[in-house]
């Protein structure tokens, strides 16, 4: 049996690496190293800093467990490990219950202090206005796909139907759940089974289809990069958006990497997304609110210059 040392290397975030590429927006593009510079950005603990400040502000009586955490545990409560989940999240329908339950997970784990559900909850809340100040852009673009998705299922009471970043059609369908009750009794507990009414769940419905349409770029991106290293003969182990190669292998899967970025997220697929949307759904052109302007930030004239778009 032959070991081979492994180099991995992990996408600074992607979420928010194809936010900034779709939108063109150069200050997100910094928080996840889509600019060039000398010194690695760090979103994670962006947020984990921005999070100190705004509670250290807080009153205590706002939320005394909270205020607690800030006075006794902030090394661990606001390590970049504690605010990664919620970060990554943003761009795939997380909520500030998704917050939550996130961070009472990893509070717990950072600092051993168990959060009550009120408490994550407040906590949930105020993480969402801080990534509002953080990442701007991602809320933003959030807002305008479940935006068009809304407009769309509640005036036609359809599922949402579009093209991926990998080519594929989606039917984004999520329907209303009911409840039979009383069915009867076992082990000394009432029966009940749930099940989809023929009703559309509209909100449900916005945030699947403009999660999909994110993580079709983390599909078609992470499916190009094995493709590539496996024309050119080199071993890969990929998990979502962290790679493994041989050592001595690193500088290639950079370069793969790097093409992949620029061929998916290069020529304005949000734009082509907005014309598909309006093409099959015309009456979206009297919302035009719903749809951003692409600002000045070009992944294809930017990235080659990048080191630290993906690392260690």
Known sequence: MQVTKLIALDATQMGTQTCAALLGD???????????????????????????????????????????????????????????RPTMTILYGATPTTYANHLKEDVFKATGIKLENHEAQFLGRLTEQVLVKVLPAAVLLMRSLTGIVKTVVTTTNKPFIF???????????????????????????????KYD???????????????????????????????????????????????????????????????????????????????????????????????LERKEYRIERELINCNHFIGL
């Not at 939320?63 to 970049?80: I, Q, S």
């Not at 699947?208 to 182990?237: H, N, W």
Request: hydrophobic residues 35%.
């Open 26 to 84: 150069r200050e997100t593009a910094k928080l996840v190293n889509m600019i060039p510079s000398r010194n690695k950005a760090d979103v994670y603990s962006r947020v984990a800093e921005t999070m100190r400040k705004t509670i250290k502000s807080m009153k205590t009586a706002e939320c005394p467990a909270v205020k607690n955490l800030y006075r006794n545990h902030a090394d661990e409560f606001f390590h970049r490990s504690v605010w990664k």
């Open 163 to 193: 093209t991926t970043a990998t080519g594929t059609t989606f039917k984004a369908a999520k329907y209303k759940t009911s409840t039979y009750r009383r069915l009867g009794l076992s082990c000394g507990m009432e029966l009940e089974i």
């Open 197 to 291: 009414t023929p009703e559309l769940n509209v909100k449900a419905t916005s945030k699947s289809a403009a999660a999909q349409f994110i993580q079709s770029f983390d599909a078609v991106i992470a499916g190009e990069i094995q493709q590539t290293m496996m024309d050119r003969g080199i071993p890969l182990l990929s998990v979502f958006d962290s790679w493994a190669v041989p050592l001595g292998y690193s500088e290639d899967l950079i370069e793969v990497t790097r093409d992949a970025y620029v061929k998916h997220l290069s020529n304005d697929p949000l734009k082509r997304f907005y014309d598909e949307a309006k093409h099959n759904y015309p009456f979206l052109w009297k919302h035009p609110k719903l749809f």
